[in-house]
């Protein structure tokens, strides 16, 4: 399968990102190789460009793509092993370090993924197919309480004790298999007055289980910290978010870096010791335009922010 996926704010990040034509740089996320690919073009023949997927398909596309770049290397990890893979790899330090995070469109594509609610498919949803725990896994194991929780706080799902509930009830009877099945539980579970407003009625409740079958949020926060530590001074990190729960820790993490003091009103001297470990690159995310919007639909949610190490 050829891994083919449309990048998104694709001149955007390289824009942001690019600063040193001989440095190093790491795509986190290689996906389609869209970002990687215009990078090289940007980088001299002494320039390095390391790519992390856990995905496969995606590795095996990236080695056909650049295999006669010797500039590129590509690791099939989860860019939580960041830190580790470039130190043991002596490829430190980065002059720049991008993420494009979310779902690319070859796995929402392909049905037995089980990542999209409108293909039946088995319930998977890796994106990392060594790993254990899957979505089906999930759905017929966890208790309704810790579904809920997860629905809720993952999905930001108005009905997620409901939607949990109708599961648990479900799968007394029968195993939940499929897509396609966990779809109309969800639509039986959501009143039709909320059905017909908003988007697909599953759309929150599967990004939820997605998030939970690849700890995603988890991995990202550590991983943000990691990409700080990699840099070298001047260096930038450039990160596409595309729901809520992302950008809120990608806001947060890089607003922690900028050296604010947290000693409470009260104490007249700072004894907090808070040094600025970075600054903020664009104030405000960069979105997709209106042309990019209307020719790619998946792009709508995305946000770019980028942030450039100080020296300390």
Known sequence: MVFEHQSVLLQETIEMLFTDPDGLYVDCTLGGGGHSALLLQQLSA??????????????????????????????QKNFVELEDTIRANSLLPAAGIMYDLGVS????????????????????????????????????????????????????????????????ETRIHDRIRTTGQLVEIIKNAVP?????????????????????????????????DQALRCLQDGGRIAVITFHSLEDRIVKNKFQSWMGKCTCPPSLPVCCCGAKPLARLVNKKPIVPSREEENDNPRSRSAKLRTAEKLKV
């Not at 089980?114 to 088995?122: E, L, P, R």
């Not at 017909?196 to 550590?222: C, D, M, S």
Request: net charge negative; proline share 3%; glycine share 4%.
């Open 192 to 224: 039709a007055a909320a059905r017909r407003e908003g988007p697909h009625p599953a759309k929150r409740t599967f990004q939820a289980l997605r998030i939970a079958v690849n700890k995603e949020l988890e991995v990202l926060e550590e991983t943000l």
């Open 105 to 168: 469109s070859p796995q929402l594509d392909e049905a037995e993924r089980g990542f999209s609610y409108m293909q039946d498919a088995v319930l998977d949803m890796r994106m990392d197919r060594r790993k254990q725990l899957t979505a089906e896994e999930i759905v017929n194991n966890w208790s309704v309480e810790d579904l809920a929780g997860i629905i809720r706080d993952y999905g930001e799902e108005k009905w997620a004790l409901r939607i949990a509930k109708f599961i648990g």
């Open 46 to 75: 002494s320039g390095k460009l390391v790519c992390f997927d856990q995905d496969e398909t995606a590795v095996a596309n990236a080695r056909m793509k650049f295999a006669y770049d010797p500039r590129v290397t590509v690791f």
